[in-house]
């Protein structure tokens, strides 16, 4: 089974500074990884995803998270952050073998200030 | 826009009824995912249809029921409702079932149980 730790609940910042949002993960086996952005009222959408190769995934509206499989983490950053990336994110974990299960953390609420 | 649709927006019942909310893919798509997200539990993987047959269960009541119908869309049967069932339920959606393939998202289902 697996498990996702998102390490902070809610980080605020101030527009045009970089943000990091942190998840740490948990498996026996190996895993494929997303991060998801939930905009007030919406569903989710996929930013990026982690599926093999290069450690370093570039995702929509400038994000990027890196894969670090030693310390079990994926964290997703962004230079420069704007009012518009206001949002909850989610990081979430599917074991690479099998049916795609997500397994969601429990989401980080990005607030951005002017 | 998704592509992924889900009726009704919201939906408010009382303690032990039943209601069935109701999910159309986007065109294309094999998969039928259902998500419940609530305030104490966070994301959730419910069950997973590809092409009319079930292919995953998460953590899914007994109470809670789905199918997936020949023109693909699904729907989810939750019966003798509790006040805890109250929650918002997302569809998901994805051209195969596969780990690595993208879940596209509906705007959900708004569930009040009272």
């Known amino acids: 089974a697996q498990s996702v730790t998102q390490l902070d609940s809610q980080v605020p910042v101030f527009e045009e500074a970089p943000v990091e949002l942190r998840c740490n993960y948990s498996?026996?086996?190996?895993?494929?990884l997303f991060w998801y952005v939930q905009y007030p009222n919406q569903g989710l959408q996929l930013l990026l995803k982690?599926?093999?190769?290069?450690?370093l995934v570039k995702g929509i509206n400038g994000f990027e998270a890196e894969f670090n499989k030693s310390q079990t983490s994926f964290h997703l950053r962004k230079p420069s952050v704007h009012i518009s990336d206001t949002a909850e994110y989610f990081c979430?974990?599917?074991?690479?073998?099998?049916?795609?299960?997500?397994?969601f953390g429990q989401g980080t609420r990005l607030t951005i200030n002017p | 826009d998704s592509g992924v649709t889900q009726t009704p927006k919201h939906l408010i019942t009382a303690t032990g009824q039943r209601v069935t909310l109701r999910c159309s893919p986007r065109?294309?798509?094999?998969?039928v995912y259902w998500y419940q997200q609530s305030l104490d539990q966070g994301l959730q993987f419910l069950i997973q249809?590809?092409?009319?047959?079930?292919?995953a269960k998460g953590n899914i009541l007994e109470r809670f029921s789905a199918q997936q119908f020949p023109d693909l869309h699904s729907e989810l049967n939750l019966s003798s409702l509790e006040l805890g069932d109250s929650a918002l339920y997302f569809c998901?959606?994805?051209?195969?079932?596969?780990?690595?393939?993208?879940?596209?998202f509906g705007p959900g289902t708004r569930l009040l149980v009272l």
């Open positions: 998901a959606s994805s051209v195969e079932g596969t780990p690595w393939k993208t879940q596209y």
């Open positions: 249809y590809y092409n009319g047959e079930e292919r």
């Open positions: 982690y599926l093999s190769g290069s450690t």
């Open positions: 065109s294309g798509d094999l998969s």
């Open positions: 979430a974990v599917s074991g690479a073998q099998g049916a795609q299960k997500l397994v």
């Open positions: 498996s026996s086996v190996s895993v494929y």
